[in-house]
Nanobody, 125 residues
């Protein structure tokens, strides 16, 4: 069941940028850790980045550190993933996820009960 709404995917050349958004329209309280995962064809879904709702601390996969930035606008209950210097290997379906438990941001998808529908990001060389 889709509970988060994503937008912002698309087609971009290597070196370009995209910004993904993740909103939670069914909830007025901004109290869930928000994370981004991605799944490339034939590969398992992997953690990309996350941000804590209480402390705003951010976490990144090594493969995107320095290129991607996760942030959130608490007033809009929306999280963002700014992706710069994109590479062809970043091509994947990107999913937003939410964890309403009071705990540090998890890198395991099993920790997340809220999910978006996924948005395709394609980076051409």
């Amino acid at each position: 069941q889709v509970q988060l709404v994503e937008s912002g995917g698309g087609l971009v050349q290597a070196g370009g940028s995209l910004r993904l958004s993740c909103a939670n329209p069914g909830r007025t309280i901004n109290d869930d850790n928000r994370a981004w995962f991605r799944q490339a064809p034939g590969k398992a879904r992997e953690f990309v980045a996350g941000i804590g709702w209480k402390d705003g601390v951010t976490y990144y996969a090594d493969s995107v550190k320095g290129r991607f930035t996760v942030s959130r606008d608490n007033a809009k209950n929306t999280a963002y993933l700014q992706m710069n210097s994109l590479k062809p290997e970043d091509t994947a379906v990107y999913y937003c996820a939410g964890d309403a438990h009071d705990r540090p941001v998890a890198r395991e998808e099993a920790a997340y009960a809220l999910w978006g529908q996924g948005t395709q990001v394609t980076v051409t060389s």
